[in-house]
């Protein structure tokens, strides 16, 4: 099913725009970047809708998924393990966010955590992907910083429960996953593009 949706759309791109092999590549891998994306969150629907935390589930979805837009993180080494971590990370967090009632000064506790490791870590590239270009790591750092300076207005704006736990809890998560000792527990290289750089004789 996902070579039948890639090939489809990939001929779709190729009736009007020419592609070389490389082109090709990157697009195709593009597309099944969305087919793994779409599928993951349909699925994570259809079980939050039966569960009765679809509301949960679509906050968490909005603040995990800018949470993580700038800051990157580590990826799964396995289709099979990412559908695992994904289903517990947004069926848990649904539920979470949906039951959770937490203290301020927990909530002020994990929100300085999490700015601190933007601070420090972000963004966090993966081996496959390494973040080579200095001034972008630099913009992807302050943009993630500017993130989550938003979600504490967010905190003290609205002082919603819901709200407050979501960007929390996604907060929490993103800073587990720019994280050098979770990079090392699941034996993934950190800082991947020092390593690039030192390979390809560039500076970093």
Excluded at 14 to 37: F, H, M, P, R
Excluded at 169 to 190: D, E, G
Aim: proline share 2%.
């Amino acid at each position: 099913m996902k070579r039948n949706f890639i090939e489809k759309c990939y001929q779709f791109i190729s009736k009007y725009q020419t592609c070389d092999e490389l082109q090709a590549k990157k697009i195709k891998y593009g597309l099944e970047g969305i087919y793994n994306v779409l599928t993951k969150v349909i699925v994570m629907a259809i079980i939050t809708i039966i569960l009765g935390i679809w509301k949960s589930y679509i906050l968490l979805i909005i603040f995990y998924a800018l949470a993580r837009r700038y800051a990157y993180g580590l990826h799964s080494k396995s289709s099979i393990t990412c559908w695992i971590l994904t289903l517990t990370i947004y069926i848990f967090g649904s539920y979470f966010i949906h039951y959770a009632h937490l203290q301020n000064y927990i909530i002020y506790f994990i929100w300085c955590f999490s700015f601190l490791s933007f601070l420090l870590w972000a963004p966090a590239d993966t081996p496959k992907r390494p973040l080579i270009h200095k001034e972008k790591r630099r913009i992807q750092k302050i943009k993630s910083c500017i993130i989550c300076l938003i979600y504490l207005g967010l905190i003290f704006l609205f002082q919603n429960c819901f709200i407050n736990n979501a960007i929390i809890y996604s907060l929490f998560v993103q800073s587990l996953c720019i994280n050098p000792l979770l990079y090392k527990i699941t034996n993934t290289p950190f800082d991947n593009y020092k390593t690039y750089c030192k390979n390809h004789g560039l500076n970093f």
